[in-house]
Nanobody, 124 residues
């Protein structure tokens, strides 16, 4: 079992930045890809970004491309999501997710474990 804990959420004005962190613990010896998803009030959870085990490959939703950057530090077993130029429509609960594969995926169903989420609120 792998446990994920997100942090770094909060309230920020439009145009501002936040950096989310996702720390893993437990069974972390297996190669795993990671992703970030988000869920806005009244909406389905959606893919935001993903990164493979080595960090050499990343994927982004079109809505965040050019503004968000996913990265990882395997020594710290932590994944990050740097969010710049934030917009009110980025307001959501952000979830970190992991899967027991070295290559990443954009489908929610392909992830094996999830964090509890962290709230990001962008005011206009």
């Amino acid at each position: 079992q792998v446990q994920l804990v997100e942090s770094g959420g909060g309230l920020v004005q439009a145009g501002g930045s936040l950096k989310l962190s996702c720390a893993a613990s437990g069974r972390t010896d297996s190669a795993y890809a990671m992703g970030w998803f988000r869920q806005a009030p009244g909406k389905e959870r959606e893919f935001v970004a993903a990164i493979n085990w080595s960090g050499s490959s990343t994927y982004y939703a079109d809505s965040v491309k050019g503004r968000f950057t996913i990265s990882r530090d395997n020594a710290k077993i932590t994944v990050y999501l740097q969010m710049n130029s934030l917009k009110p429509e980025d307001t959501a609960v952000y979830y970190c997710a992991g899967r027991y594969r070295s290559y990443s995926a954009v489908e929610e169903s392909r992830y094996n474990y999830w964090g509890q989420g962290t709230q990001v609120t962008v005011s206009s």
